[in-house]
């Protein structure tokens, strides 16, 4: 054979193994792809009632008053909100899971109907201590948390440190993974604003002086729907007040993560780090919900969970953002009901 043809055939060996690679690496990440969102997304649920026909009831721990929703009989379910909520996330979940189970929606210090500390301290730690000061006032025992974004950071860290009093969880939206992990699944969209509001002054003017999270437009967002009027004040109204949009600056801030993408060191990224450990080695029952695209749950925050939940049922939704609850709460809840159903089985 000679020299050329010699040359043209290595070229052209090469050439079907980096295409033969091509196709067996699109197929495995297509399957993977497959296996995370089974089948054509679910489009958001209709019908999805606005109204919120609780009673508020206020229970006061130290200085603050914490402002609760409370229904049904039997172990407690504590359904936790994350930013910018409050219990009104919940609203269509509490009356489809209240058969046999005393459901607790609560809003955090600073958040919905609860009281603003005086020294604007609504740091994770500050939330866990009236968490756990909550439970014991109620005497709540054996306790299935259910709980997003920051709710997720207290609720992670109370079955962590407390596992003997959990049940269960159910979470979505939920940062559990290492913070290098976390920042390099977020969408560019996230990491941009989090490069806004990454300092003091930067966080000040976009939560505080524009009052992103009390603007319609910032609803939507994490909604990833269009709400009915009626729903936008219970969501916007508590940051009417420009002192409590401080809790909004005030409290965790993962913004910081922006500054070295994940990998420095900050108490956030700490926080994280103990949490991934925790829910790694934790044995306590996981329902897991997410959605296509979701916010702070990406696909690889999916596929994180997938590999590392010891103890855990999957659920995809379909189509979401970042409040799973204003897309598909009737199929959260119907799944909710069939996997607590089976906990004492």
């Given at each position: 054979?000679?020299?050329?043809?010699?040359?043209?055939?290595?070229?052209?060996?090469?050439?079907?193994?980096?295409?033969?690679?091509?196709?067996?690496?699109?197929?495995?990440?297509?399957?993977?792809?497959?296996?995370?969102?089974?089948?054509?997304?679910?489009?958001?649920?209709?019908?999805?009632?606005?109204?919120?026909?609780?009673?508020?009831?206020?229970?006061?721990?130290?200085?603050?008053?914490?402002?609760?929703?409370?229904?049904?009989?039997?172990?407690?379910?504590?359904?936790?909100?994350?930013?910018?909520?409050?219990?009104?996330?919940?609203?269509?979940?509490?009356?489809?899971?209240?058969?046999?189970?005393?459901?607790?929606?609560?809003?955090?210090?600073?958040?919905?109907?609860?009281?603003?500390?005086?020294?604007?301290?609504?740091?994770?730690?500050?939330?866990?201590?009236?968490?756990?000061?909550?439970?014991?006032?109620?005497?709540?025992?054996?306790?299935?948390?259910?709980?997003?974004?920051?709710?997720?950071?207290?609720?992670?860290?109370?079955?962590?440190?407390?596992?003997?009093?959990?049940?269960?969880?159910?979470?979505?939206?939920?940062?559990?993974?290492?913070?290098?992990?976390?920042?390099?699944?977020?969408?560019?969209?996230?990491?941009?604003?989090?490069?806004?509001?990454?300092?003091?002054?930067?966080?000040?003017?976009?939560?505080?002086?524009?009052?992103?999270?009390?603007?319609?437009?910032?609803?939507?967002?994490?909604?990833?729907?269009?709400?009915?009027?009626?729903?936008?004040?219970?969501?916007?109204?508590?940051?009417?007040?420009?002192?409590?949009?401080?809790?909004?600056?005030?409290?965790?801030?993962?913004?910081?993560?922006?500054?070295?993408?994940?990998?420095?060191?900050?108490?956030?990224?700490?926080?994280?780090?103990?949490?991934?450990?925790?829910?790694?080695?934790?044995?306590?029952?996981?329902?897991?919900?997410?959605?296509?695209?979701?916010?702070?749950?990406?696909?690889?925050?999916?596929?994180?969970?997938?590999?590392?939940?010891?103890?855990?049922?999957?659920?995809?939704?379909?189509k979401g953002k970042h409040f799973l609850t204003e897309s598909h709460p009737k199929r959260m809840s119907e799944k909710f009901n069939e996997w607590y159903g089976k906990l004492d089985n």
């Amino acid at each position: 054979m000679s020299r050329p043809l010699d040359r043209y055939m290595k070229k052209m060996i090469k050439m079907l193994l980096v295409g033969t690679l091509s196709i067996v690496s699109t197929a495995v990440v297509y399957g993977q792809a497959q296996e995370i969102y089974p089948g054509k997304a679910n489009k958001v649920e209709d019908d999805i009632s606005a109204g919120f026909p609780f009673e508020s009831r206020f229970l006061e721990i130290g200085s603050n008053k914490v402002h609760y929703v409370e229904s049904g009989e039997g172990d407690p379910v504590l359904l936790l909100h994350g930013l910018p909520a409050n219990a009104y996330l919940w609203r269509n979940i509490i009356p489809e899971i209240d058969d046999d189970k005393k459901v607790i929606a609560l809003d955090f210090l600073g958040f919905g109907q609860s009281s603003f500390p005086t020294d604007r301290n609504v740091s994770i730690e500050v939330q866990y201590k009236m968490f756990t000061d909550f439970i014991e006032a109620k005497q709540l025992k054996n306790v299935t948390l259910f709980i997003q974004d920051i709710g997720s950071l207290v609720g992670m860290l109370y079955a962590i440190r407390e596992p003997q009093n959990v049940k269960a969880i159910a979470l979505f939206e939920a940062p559990f993974m290492p913070a290098d992990y976390m920042y390099d699944q977020l969408p560019f969209s996230f990491r941009a604003f989090m490069k806004l509001t990454r300092t003091k002054k930067g966080n000040e003017r976009w939560m505080v002086k524009k009052n992103f999270a009390g603007k319609k437009l910032a609803v939507n967002f994490f909604t990833g729907r269009k709400l009915p009027k009626e729903a936008y004040q219970y969501y916007t109204q508590p940051w009417e007040v420009e002192e409590r949009r401080y809790a909004i600056t005030n409290g965790p801030d993962p913004a910081v993560l922006s500054y070295t993408k994940g990998k420095g060191e900050s108490d956030f990224a700490s926080m994280l780090d103990t949490i991934s450990t925790g829910m790694k080695n934790t044995e306590i029952p996981i329902l897991y919900f997410y959605a296509k695209k979701g916010l702070v749950n990406r696909k690889e925050a999916v596929e994180y969970a997938m590999e590392n939940f010891q103890n855990a049922e999957f659920v995809y939704l379909g189509k979401g953002k970042h409040f799973l609850t204003e897309s598909h709460p009737k199929r959260m809840s119907e799944k909710f009901n069939e996997w607590y159903g089976k906990l004492d089985n």
